[in-house]
Each structure stands twice: as C-alpha cells, then as structure tokens.
C-alpha cells in the first residue's frame, strides 16, 4: 500500500496526527513511566527565588566530555523544606521526577529535596583563591582607607552597555548632582574582562583625576561574575591609589574584588551612594555650618562693640583721665624728692655696716697674728743655746771664733775657746782622739 502523498509540501503524510499538547502529554508520560524519582548531581548555577517562594535554576555537568544541563524547578512546599542556603556554583544532590514545561516544551525536573554534595569546581576555585590572598593579608582590614567625605569626582570602571553603569549614573545624578563621574570603560565578562578591568584600574590610579573609584557590574551567576574573582583584578584593586569601592552583583553575591576592595556594597546603586554623600545632608551640613559662623560673627562683633562703647565712656571724661595722671605724677614727684634723702640715708647704714664689718676683722686679725706670734716665739725659745748650757753643757770654737763641730778640724797645740753659760774658757788641745778611743 502507498501512502498518499501532500502535493503542497511534499511530506509523507503520518499514520497518527498529534495536537502540541498531545505529544507533549505523551512524552510525559513516558518520562514519569520511566523516570518517575531520580537522584542527580551537579553544580547549580542561576540560582533564583521568586517572590512566590518557587526557585528556579540550573543543574551543569562541566566534567562530561560535552557540558550537560537541565533546567529546574523547585515549588515553594519544597524550597522551604531547605536548611541551607543554595550558593551559585555549588555541588549538590537533587532528588525529583522528570517533566515537560508545557509552555515552552522544555524538559525539567521538578526537584522534591536538595542537600549539599559538596563545593562546585568554580566555588572550589574560589575558596582557594580567597584563601592564599587572605593568607597573603591582601584583606587585611588595616590596608582599608576610608572614602573621601566630600570627593569632587568619582570614577566608575564598568562596561559602558552594563545597565549598572545606568544605575550608578542615575543614583550619583540623584543624591550629588555635583560631583562629576568619569567612566573608565571595561568589559565586565569573558576571557578578555580581566585584563580590561585591570588596565581601567591602572589608569584611574595614575590619572588620579577622581578621588573614589567604583569598580561594579550588575547580577549573574558564577560564571558571569567570574572575571571579578581574577587574582589580576584583586591584586590590582589592592595596589590602586584611589579609595576603591566594588558593587559587583547582588547582595548575595561575593567576589574577591569585594575582599580586596576598601569598601564592599551590597550593588552597584548602594556602591554610589557609599561613594557619594546625599546633597541635601551637605547642603543642610553647609547651613548648620552658616548659622555657627554667623552666630561666632555677631558674638564677636557684640564683643568689640562693648569694647567701643567702653572707650567712649573714657573718652567722654578727659577730667577723670587728667586727674588720674595728674595724681600719678604728684606720686612720682614725691618718690623723687624723697629719693635722694633715701639713698644717702641707706649709703650711711651701709657704711656703718661695713665700718663695724672692718673693725670686727682687724680686731680678729691681730689676735689671730698675737697667738701665731706667742707660738713662734715658744718654739724659738725652745731651741735658744743658752737654755742648753744652761743645762751644763758647753760649746767650742776656734782661734777665729768658729763652732768646732768635729774632731777632724783640731789638732794638738791648737787653742780653743769652751763657751760655758757663765762665761769663757781659753784651752790647749794636748791630744786629739777620734771615734771612741
């Protein structure tokens, strides 16, 4: 038998016609007959919870010879069973039946239970990174500056298509219409955005043209906002000159950029306004400041002003101001008249004093001089020769009168005078003995 043939387009004609929903109905089926539990494992990634409290994302296999996905969905009843918080790129395990999203013809699984399988290879990755640069202390919280209170200008380096480029534009021209902003264009993902990001950093730094840089992309997944787990982008981050602050992604997400930065905010709006201080707490900063000085001002001036009207109080009296002075110089005339009497009065006592001083000292001198005189005059009596012959004893001299001291000097014959204490005696020597014969 020949089956017909559709002369418009040419296609066999099939021996069963399905509607869509037909044969999705069916390949349903046939997906809950042969997968109706399954356990599965792998990294999640777009990790979502709806305001609904249902969660949508992806399960990935990277380590297959050809990456694996399959599309998730986890109903509120389940998530809130969860005692953990899912991160993106984490490993875990899945348990749930196969299904087909009729809208859009996509397979699912519809997970029942989730539970941790361990850390995804990007989160692994991470962790080790974040581990050796804290080791390093390139997080350490003494290298934080503070951000410039008042900054003139503000650099943000991010794609210039980014919608958080638009997000910080929009809060800065909101909050500090003021403060002017320099883009430093740079792609926020794939292979070439860190390098761009490190070298957009770079020149802020040496431009130094800003005074707080805000480095920032928008929300993704791991995979997205993986350029700002770059070692080269932290380590360039760490050496900028400027204040740095990084909004990359959403409050839950983190990066190493935000380890390194000197300040994290939550995104790219909250990173603005971290950097910029709202105009009108400035403005009403300014007046405060406005109405001290004025205030300072009128206090000062109400000062002087008392100082015035008390000169002019002076002024208004010459009489009293002449009576002062005159009386000042009746007072200076009396102490010059009195003056001279003063100084010869106290000259006299002076020397009276000093008269009383030098007889004082004239009188102990000569008694001082008397003793010493009485003392020397004991010792020289001491050792007057006539005290001594007094005694007995007797000296002799020679022809000429000389003391004869030794008996070298005197011969037999010789005449020789003995000095006695009561007069002369004339003598021959008849025999000279020396030593003790």
């Not at 009293?320 to 005339?333: K, N, T, W, Y």
């Amino acid at each position: 038998m020949i089956d017909r043939v559709s002369p418009s387009i040419g296609l066999r004609q099939p021996r069963q016609v399905y509607t869509v929903a037909a044969l999705l109905n069916a390949v349903a089926d046939a997906l809950q007959a042969r997968f109706a539990l399954v356990t599965v494992q792998g990294e999640l990634s777009g990790f979502n919870r709806a305001p609904s409290g249902h969660c949508y994302f992806s399960l990935k296999d990277d380590q297959a010879v050809e990456p694996a996905l399959v599309r998730c969905a986890m109903f509120r009843r389940a998530a809130a069973m969860l005692d953990f918080v899912p991160r993106e790129g984490q490993l875990v395990e899945v348990r749930g039946r196969l299904a087909l999203y009729h809208a859009r013809g996509d397979l699912q699984l519809v997970v029942e239970a989730m539970r941790p399988a361990g850390q995804g290879a990007l989160y692994e990755q991470f962790l080790r990174l974040k581990a050796r640069l804290e080791a390093e202390g390139l997080f350490d919280p003494a290298r934080k500056r503070p951000l410039p209170a008042y900054p003139r200008a503000v650099g943000v380096v991010t794609s210039l298509n980014a919608a958080a480029l638009r997000d910080v534009l929009t809060a800065l021209a909101r909050r500090a219409p003021h403060v002017g902003v320099i883009v430093y264009p740079a792609s926020v993902q794939g292979a070439q955005a860190p390098e761009e990001l490190v070298r957009a950093i770079e020149l802020a730094g040496a431009r130094r043209e800003v005074d707080t840089l805000i480095v920032c992309r928008g929300g993704g997944s791991l995979e997205d906002l993986w350029s700002f787990n770059d070692e080269r982008v932290a380590r360039a981050i760490a050496a900028c000159p400027l204040p740095v602050v990084c909004g990359v992604g959403h409050e839950t997400d983190f990066t190493i950029a935000d380890f390194a930065a000197d300040l994290r905010a939550p995104t790219p709006t909250a990173a603005a306004e971290l950097a910029a201080p709202l105009r009108e707490e400035c403005l009403a900063e300014l007046q405060g400041m406005a109405v001290t000085m004025q205030r300072c001002v009128q206090r000062r001036l109400e000062r002087e002003a008392q100082r015035v009207d008390h000169a002019g109080l002076r002024l208004a009296r010459p009489a009293q101001v002449l009576s002062r002075m005159q009386q000042g110089l009746q007072g200076l005339a009396l102490r010059l008249q009195a003056a001279p009497v003063r100084s010869v009065e106290l000259a006299r006592q002076r020397a009276q004093r000093l008269a009383q001083r030098l007889e004082r000292a004239v009188a102990n001198r000569r008694q001082q001089l008397a003793a010493r005189l009485d003392t020397l005059g004991a010792r020289l009596e001491g050792v007057n020769p006539d005290r001594v012959l007094q005694r007995g004893y007797a000296y002799l001299t020679d022809a000429q009168g000389q003391a004869i001291v030794s008996a070298r000097g005197v011969h037999a014959g010789d005449r020789v005078q003995a000095v006695l204490a009561d007069g002369r005696l004339d003598a021959e020597v008849r025999e000279v003995r020396r030593g003790n014969a």
